[in-house]
T-cell receptor, first 114, second 113 residues
Framework: AQSVTQLGSHVSVSEGALVLLRCNYS??????LFWYVQYPNQGLQLLLK??????LVKGINGFEAEFKKSETSFHLTKPSAHMSDAAEYFC????????????FGTGTRLQVTL | SQTIHQWPATLVQPVGSPLSLECTVE??????LYWYRQAAGRGLQLLFY??????ISSEVPQNLSASRPQDRQFILSSKKLLLSDSGFYLC????????????FGDGTRLSIL
C-alpha cells in the first residue's frame, strides 16, 4: 500500500522568503503525486501533479515540485511567499488503477508573516 | 468545464437524526466519485468511492452509507447520526483513467449536537 509523510505540521515563513514544504512517499509501483491547497472552510484545490513525465512540475500560483525517485520525495517550493499563500497544503499519492484513489498526508499549515 | 456542487454548506443536526448530503457533477460523464471526511486538525479520510452507477466501495466501517442513483450524483447518508460523525465532508470527482487528479467540492460542515 502507498503512503505519504509530510514533515512539519506547521511552517512559518516571512513574506518574500522561500517556501519549502516537504513530502515523502512510499509506493511499491511508480506513483502519481499531487499537491493540493485548502483555504479555511473550503474544499481542496489542485496545485500540481506528477504523472511520470517531467520530474520538475510547475503548478498554479508560482508553486513547483520536483520528483526525486532516489529520495522518494516530492517537495513543494515557491521562491517568494505571499500573504495569500497562507493555507493548509496536502501531498497525496496514487498508484493509478480505475478508481484513482488518493492517499493523503496529514497536511502542513503554512503561515506567512510580514 | 466541469463543476462539482455540494450542499448544504453547513448543517447542524441532533444525535440520532438522519443525514443526507448530496453531491452532483456537471460537464463530464462517467466520473469516479468520492466522499471524504476531514476531522478537525487531521487529514482526509476516504469514506466511499464509486466507479459507476450503483457501484459503491466502502473504505472504513462506520455509521454512514453512500449511494449513486445517477451517473453524476453521489449521496452520503446516515439513519442515525453519532457525535463522532461531526466533521467536514468533502465530495470529489476524477476521470476514470488511472492516475487522474481529484477535484473537490466546497464541502459541508456537519455539527452534531
Amino acid at each position: 500500500a502507498q503512503s505519504v509523510t509530510q514533515l512539519g505540521s506547521h511552517v512559518s515563513v516571512s513574506e518574500g522568503a522561500l517556501v519549502l514544504l516537504r513530502c515523502n512517499y512510499s509506493s511499491s509501483v511508480p506513483p502519481y503525486l499531487f499537491w493540493y491547497v485548502q483555504y479555511p472552510n473550503q474544499g481542496l484545490q489542485l496545485l500540481l501533479k506528477y504523472t511520470s513525465a517531467a520530474t520538475l512540475v510547475k503548478g498554479i500560483n508560482g508553486f513547483e515540485a520536483e520528483f526525486k525517485k532516489s529520495e522518494t520525495s516530492f517537495h513543494l517550493t515557491k521562491p517568494s511567499a505571499h500573504m495569500s499563500d497562507a493555507a493548509e497544503y496536502f501531498c497525496a499519492v496514487s498508484v493509478g488503477g480505475t478508481a484513482s484513489k488518493l492517499t493523503f498526508g496529514t497536511g502542513t499549515r503554512l503561515q506567512v508573516t510580514l | 468545464s466541469q463543476t462539482i456542487h455540494q450542499w448544504p454548506a453547513t448543517l447542524v443536526q441532533p444525535v440520532g437524526s438522519p443525514l443526507s448530503l448530496e453531491c452532483t457533477v456537471e460537464g463530464t460523464s462517467n466520473p469516479n466519485l468520492y466522499w471524504y471526511r476531514q476531522a478537525a486538525g487531521r487529514g482526509l479520510q476516504l469514506l466511499f468511492y464509486s466507479v459507476g452507477i450503483g457501484q459503491i466501495s466502502s473504505e472504513v466501517p462506520q455509521n454512514l452509507s453512500a449511494s449513486r442513483p445517477q451517473d453524476r450524483q453521489f449521496i452520503l447518508s446516515s439513519k442515525k447520526l453519532l457525535l463522532s460523525d461531526s466533521g467536514f465532508y468533502l465530495c470529489a470527482w476524477s476521470g476514470n483513467n488511472g492516475g487522474q487528479p481529484q477535484h473537490f467540492g466546497d464541502g459541508t460542515r456537519l455539527s452534531i449536537l
